[in-house]
């Protein structure tokens, strides 16, 4: 497998006009997503930081789970952003960074990538992709949202101990994958529809969004910190809550982890 670091000049060079004015690459660090809170802790920095490294010491996932990848082989990212936006729509973050990489892989790859509620990306039952948002109030707004994401671009996990099966573009595709073009061609994505929710213009985003959310209509098990949930997946709501149907009645579920019921 070829090992090669990131081209920093062209990724700098493709954002500049992005809203990431500061872009910070680095070869390892213990997490992007904590060092985007000691960023935000010691410097109440401006608006649009980008903090990508080739690889993490403690990579973090949800629910306190453990974040695996290979140094050269992956994409680990964070986006430090400050978009003063009431904390109900923080969920359209998440929804703007997950549609942004669906259609980047989509365009450049041809590949079909799905949205599993929250925010995971799949390709069919494989797991390609994580996003692990973290959010800072003042009041009601939203002062800082550090949005980390790392991508299974060239090397999957395939550990004992994890809940699901990965998977990475280069298995899918049977080759090695370059990592800009997709790192690149994202972020321009997420600047386009981040300047959407900034402007409040979020129906194409939500109908977006929907349309590859992979639950939604199928029977689905969910276990959240203390119950577990079967039944029919029928929307996620604006703040990303997801509504599913339990025998007649409608069940609000605001986080957890959902796997679909396969029927024979
Ligand atoms: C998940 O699926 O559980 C979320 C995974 C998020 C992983 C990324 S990698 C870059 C950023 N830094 C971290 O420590 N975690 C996120």
Not at 80 to 85: D, F, R
Not at 239 to 262: P, Q
């Amino acid at each position: 497998m070829e090992l090669n670091p990131l081209n920093a000049d062209l990724i700098i060079k493709e954002l500049e006009d992005t809203v990431f004015s500061k872009i910070i690459i680095l070869d390892e660090v213990d997490s992007t997503n904590e060092l985007a809170k000691r960023i935000i802790k010691e410097e109440k920095p401006q608006e649009g930081i980008l903090i990508i490294a080739e690889d993490q010491s403690a990579g973090k996932g949800r629910m306190k789970r453990r974040w695996w990848s290979k140094k050269y082989l992956n994409l680990l990212f964070s986006l430090l952003l400050k978009p003063k936006i009431d904390r109900r729509l923080g969920f359209s973050l998440n929804m703007a960074a997950a549609i942004s990489f669906v259609e980047a892989i989509k365009e450049i790859y041809d590949i079909e990538v799905m949205i599993k509620w929250p925010n995971d990306l799949y390709i069919k039952e494989k797991k390609l992709a994580g996003i692990l948002t973290e959010f800072f109030l003042e009041g009601n707004l939203l002062s800082y949202v550090i949005i980390g994401m790392g991508i299974n671009v060239n090397w999957a996990p395939e550990r004992e101990d994890m809940i699901y099966p990965a998977t990475c573009l280069a298995k899918e595709k049977g080759m090695y994958i370059k990592r800009e073009p997709i790192l690149v061609e994202g972020l321009k994505k997420f600047d386009r529809y981040y300047k959407d929710i900034l402007s409040n213009h979020l129906e194409e985003l939500y109908e977006k969004w929907n349309k590859k959310c992979m639950i939604l209509g199928k029977e689905v098990l969910v276990r959240d910190k203390d119950r577990e949930i079967k039944g029919i997946a029928l929307r996620v709501e604006k703040d990303g809550t997801l509504i599913v149907k339990v025998a007649d009645k409608e069940v609000k579920i605001l986080y957890g982890d959902v796997s679909i019921i396969m029927q024979n």
